[in-house]
Nanobody, 123 residues
């Protein structure tokens, strides 16, 4: 009952920038946290950046100072601005949302994942 639509991946040269966006829709009552994870070939999925409803954010050490996560609470969207991209940033990036659904007056917690968007950093 939650749909996540991601956009913004692609191919970029080292040092370039990309912006990823994710929009959540459905019977959402509230959102606790929104974030981005990534998975490179042969590696486990890892946290890239996450922001909570309280305003706190955390980043993977490898992206601090280069990536910025932002959130629009009114629109249930989260974006990831990626600057100074490196080849090691190449991965499939997944949007993740944690929150509560309102199912006919009953609140249920949910965790939802986007379909993933490919980011390739290469010259």
């Amino acid at each position: 009952q939650v749909q996540l639509v991601e956009s913004g991946g692609g191919l970029v040269q080292p040092g370039g920038s990309l912006r990823l966006s994710c929009a959540a829709s459905g019977s959402i009552f509230s959102i606790y946290a929104m974030g981005w994870y990534r998975q490179a070939p042969g590696k486990q999925r890892e946290l890239v950046a996450r922001t909570t409803s309280g305003g706190s954010t955390n980043y993977a050490g490898s992206v601090k100072g280069r990536f910025t996560i932002s959130r629009d609470n009114a629109k249930n969207t989260v974006s990831l601005q990626m600057n100074s991209l490196k080849p090691e940033d190449t991965a499939v990036y997944y949007c993740n949302v944690d929150g509560q659904l309102n199912i006919m007056g009953t609140m249920r917690e949910f965790t939802s994942w986007g379909q993933g968007t490919q980011v390739t950093v290469s010259s």
